[in-house]
Every structure is written in C-alpha cells, then in structure tokens.
C-alpha cells in the first residue's frame, strides 16, 4: 500500500490514538446515561445533543464541500449501522458473553470486515493491501487489547 | 450461545461498515458534514425503533450528572475523526489505532479512577499494543 509523508502519517497516528481515547470517554458518558436510564435512552441523547453539536461544528467551521455532485443515496445510512450496533451489544453484553467477551468479539468482526473492504477497496474507498508489517501490528496490538480485556481490570 | 458471539462479532463488522459509509460521504462532502448526518439519520432511526418497542423514558433518565450528557459532541468529533482517516490510511489501521487509543485511555482512566485491576496485565497489554502501534509506523521509505 502507498505510504504517505512520514510527518503526515505521524499525524493521521495521533488522531487516530486520540479518537480511541474519545471514544473511552464516549463510554463512560453514555454508560453513565444507561446506568439511570433505559438503552434506548443512553444512545438516543448523545444522538440527540451530538446532531445539535455537529450542526453548530458545521455553521461555525463551514467546511468546504470535496465535490459538487450528488453522492448516492445509500452514503447517507452509515448512522442506521452504527445505531444498530449499540442495539446488538446490549443484547449480548447481558449473555453469558458479558462486557469483555462482546468486546472481544467486537474487535474481531471490526479487524476481519476492515482488511476485507482495504483489500477490496468496498464502498469507493481507496483499495490497499496489508503486508507483513501490518499483519505483526494487528497481531501485537489485539494481544495487548485482548490481556487488558481479560485480565486488566479487577472485575 | 453461538448465536449470541454471532451478533457481538456483527456488532463489531457494523462499526466498520459505518465508518466505511461515513467515510464515503466525507469524500463528496467534509468530515463533518458526513458526522452530521451519521448523528441526523442514527437519531431517526433510534426514535422510530424506540417508539416501536418503547421504553425510551424508562428509569431514572433526568437523575443522571449534567456531564454525561457530553457523550454527544465528543462523539461528532469522534465520527468525523474517522471519516477524516478511513480515506487516508485505510479501514484496518484507522480501526487498530483508534482500538490501541481506546485501550491505552481506559487503562489510564482505570487508574485514575481507581478502578481494580492486575497491574502486570495492565503493564504487558500496553507494552503490546505500543509495541504494535511502532510497528505500524515504522515503515520507512
């Protein structure tokens, strides 16, 4: 695969780091919500406040637009995917699975469908092929990912 | 049993299906616009559901601190963020980075917290997975 500049690259890494560490914060905010409230309502609010914040993000910001043409429609469905997952996962996380064994699980299906569609280049997105490199990294940080799911915390 | 690790491994594929499709959007849109309208749609789609099956007030709702209502915003940026990557470097290493981020931050929060936890697991789960994100960068060409 093409490799960008390697300042750009260190900086794609920490946005990606930083992302992993909002959505630790997400957790713990909408875990909060679902502790006093219902599912439903621990993934409705932040859907609700977050629609309000990223139209205020966009009137303040004004993003330019990439392209002038039309998208397909179906582009706009990626929110129904990821409501549909909280959904899932509070299925299973009451199953014998609990927290740790959804979350493991998760990862797997996460790791397995994105090095299909890179390789495939699904959805119109740029088509690339891991090599070795990526491979070990997938390896050494799901080991890690995995001992702390399992054995990092007391529970 | 099997069907129950069946739907946590669907979970798992659905969050890289969206952020695929969100991802998509971004290319004719911006980051943030595509952030939008995964929170606009999402939203509709959990009220129609929710309005189905009900339940959506049940609890204790209103008890809940002011701070966890922040859950929100920092997911529009968090939505964005991954539309912003997934063009660039790809599904697979958008995803591992953002998991390395996501599990070296909840053991900080943990210990900030205070939550119980074995530290040696704690010490080699992120010795890995900081061992896995140099091997990711080390390419140099």
Do not use: C
Request: hydrophobic share 55%; net charge positive.
């Amino acid at each position: 695969m093409s490799q960008p500049s390697q300042s750009k690259q260190m900086l794609y890494f920490a946005a990606a780091f930083g992302a992993g560490g909002l959505l630790s914060l997400m957790v713990l905010f909408n875990g909060t919500l679902a502790a006093y409230g219902s599912l439903f309502f621990a993934s409705w609010i932040p859907h609700l406040t977050g629609t309000v914040a990223a139209l205020l993000f966009l009137l303040v910001l004004r993003p330019k637009r990439a392209d002038t043409a039309r998208p397909p429609l179906w582009v706009y469905l990626g929110g129904v995917s990821g409501a549909v997952t909280v959904m899932l996962t509070s299925a299973t996380l009451n199953s014998a699975l609990a927290l740790s064994g959804t979350i493991a699980l998760g990862l797997a299906g996460q790791m397995v469908f994105s090095l299909f569609a890179d390789m495939r280049g699904l959805f119109g997105l740029p088509q690339r092929t891991p090599v070795g490199r990526d491979f070990i990294a997938l390896t050494l940080i799901i080991a890690g990912s995995l001992i702390l799911i399992f054995y990092g915390s007391g529970s | 049993m099997i069907w129950f690790a069946s739907l946590a491994i669907l979970a798992g594929v659905l969050i890289s299906l969206s952020r695929q499709i969100n991802g998509r959007l971004a290319l004719s849109t911006s980051a943030m616009e595509s952030s939008f309208w995964n929170h606009l749609v999402g939203l509709v789609f959990i009220t129609v559901v929710a309005l189905l099956i009900g339940g959506l007030f049940a609890g204790e709702p209103s008890a809940s601190p002011w701070w966890a209502y922040l859950g929100g915003p920092i997911g529009v940026i968090f939505i964005a963020a991954g539309s912003w990557l997934i063009a660039r470097i790809g599904a697979a290493q958008t995803a591992l980075l953002i998991i390395a981020g996501q599990m070296i931050s909840g053991v900080v929060l943990d210990v900030v917290m205070g939550a119980p936890g074995d530290l040696w697991a704690r010490t080699i789960g992120v010795g890995l997975i900081l061992a896995g994100m140099w091997a990711a960068q080390g390419r140099t060409s």
